[in-house]
């Protein structure tokens, strides 16, 4: 259950919309007992008939619709990443991508937010003891929270904490927020420093902004806070998570999991929903070309090589981007447990960043072919395949995935040079 957010203040500036949860709607121990990998995997592959059936209304409404994202919520999904002393899952990367993908499938939107919303419990179990006691070990057995980081907001030291004021762009996840994560720098630190910052989602302002092309349906509106304070125990150092020494790494040492970088394992997450879009694409396509006649002719589109090319390269290159996911995914554990007590180094997380932005590059190609080929009927606005163009081109505008940047800082990399972005 959920109630409605106030939408407008005195000075008429729009507030957006949120539902932050009213009831507590936890699986009991039981329920969280019985859970496996595979049941998970089968709980949300059935959903995505109904994820698919709101996919335009998701969009209609810039934001997940409600009743599919209480469905999601049953499905158990947003335990996955949670650390089991606490009561969690403690799954593994290749069941996170396998229980996402359907629901991507189904809507790029609620795939891409549901993804993030289920790693952002990762991210809680990087912050101090003290904050996981108080919210996985207290009310929160999982939160859903967007994890807003540009622009990061000023973090003012005070007696037992920080005054925090800012406004973040992206706050994908907000929609439905209990919490929220945010970037923040001490003023005047040197060198500077970014801290990771949790907040009550009912102490920020959420803003009517998320007006986009594509994606719409995420509702990643802008996060805005004037002046709170934040206890020491809720914040973290942004750089050690992107490391993998915050302090999670310690609390749960015994897997690898906690201890991995954060910049490929959220390349990761938000490339699922790439994956997904990419799939339904091939299968809508295939489907297109066995109704669709070619002008002025009797022939069925399916009986033309140029449309076995397109669909078998698009095919081929979406089924090599689920490949690079997982394989990056495995290599980034891997290679934490190899470096034990050590860091991964920075040769290898920028590889691995490198990688998963070409694999958003080959689902961006693959949709784009389809696109290209299914005709001007495509682009109607009740055609899936013009809503999988706009919002792949939209994931792949995401930092983690400027290609240009990924594949320069690589090649930095490779003859030496330091690197000339923190984003690996």
Not at 144 to 163: K, L
Not at 334 to 358: C, F, K
Not at 392 to 411: C, K, P, Q, R
Request: one cysteine or more; aromatic letters at 6%.
């Amino acid at each position: 259950m959920n109630i409605a957010v106030q939408t407008r203040r005195a000075d008429e500036e729009a507030f957006a919309d949120r539902r932050i949860p009213k009831e507590k709607d936890w699986l009991s121990r039981e329920e969280l007992a019985a859970l496996t990998p595979e049941e998970l995997v089968r709980r949300t592959t059935a959903l995505k008939p109904l994820v698919a059936t709101h996919a335009a209304e998701c969009e209609a409404l810039r934001r997940p619709v409600d009743a599919v994202w209480n469905a999601i919520r049953k499905t158990g999904v947003f335990y996955h990443f949670v650390p089991r002393r606490y009561g969690g899952l403690e799954f593994d990367i290749d069941s996170f991508i396998d229980a996402m993908l359907p629901i991507a499938e189904g809507c790029a939107s609620t795939g891409w937010v549901t993804a993030f919303c289920v790693e952002h419990n990762w991210m809680l179990a990087q912050f101090p003891e003290t904050l996981q006691d108080e919210t996985f070990g207290g009310d929160f057995p999982y939160i859903i929270a967007p994890g807003a980081t540009n622009p990061p907001g000023v973090a003012q030291p005070v007696d037992g904490g920080y005054r925090l004021t800012g406004r973040w762009k992206w706050g994908t996840g907000i929609m439905h927020a209990d919490w929220v994560m945010i970037t923040g720098m001490i003023p005047g630190e040197n060198p500077p420093r970014q801290l990771f910052l949790a907040v009550p989602a009912g102490e920020v302002e959420v803003l009517d902004t998320w007006h986009v092309d594509g994606m719409i349906g995420t509702g990643s509106n802008d996060i805005r806070c004037e002046d709170i304070f934040v206890p020491e125990h809720r914040v973290m150092d942004m750089g050690e998570m992107r490391m993998g020494c915050a302090p999670g790494a310690t609390i749960h040492a015994h897997n690898p999991i906690y201890r991995m970088p954060m910049t490929p394992f959220l390349a990761i997450t938000a490339a699922i929903a790439a994956v997904g879009v990419a799939r339904s694409a091939v299968e809508n396509f295939r489907e297109r070309i066995g109704v669709r006649t070619m002008l002025g002719t009797t022939v069925k589109q399916v009986e033309k090589a140029s449309a076995h090319m397109r669909l078998g390269e698009a095919a081929a290159k979406t089924q090599t981007a689920e490949m690079i996911l997982r394989d990056v995914g495995r290599r980034n554990v891997a290679l934490t447990e190899a470096a034990g007590t050590g860091l991964v180094s920075n040769e290898d997380r920028i590889a691995l960043r490198a990688q998963v932005a070409l694999a958003m590059d080959l689902c961006r190609d693959a949709v784009r072919l389809l696109v290209e080929g299914a005709g001007s009927s495509a682009h109607m606005l009740s055609s899936p395949l013009q809503r999988a163009m706009r919002d792949i081109n939209v994931m792949a505008s995401h930092v983690v995935y400027d290609f240009d940047a990924a594949t320069e800082l690589l090649g930095r990399s490779l003859i030496g040079l330091p690197p000339n972005t923190p984003v690996f």
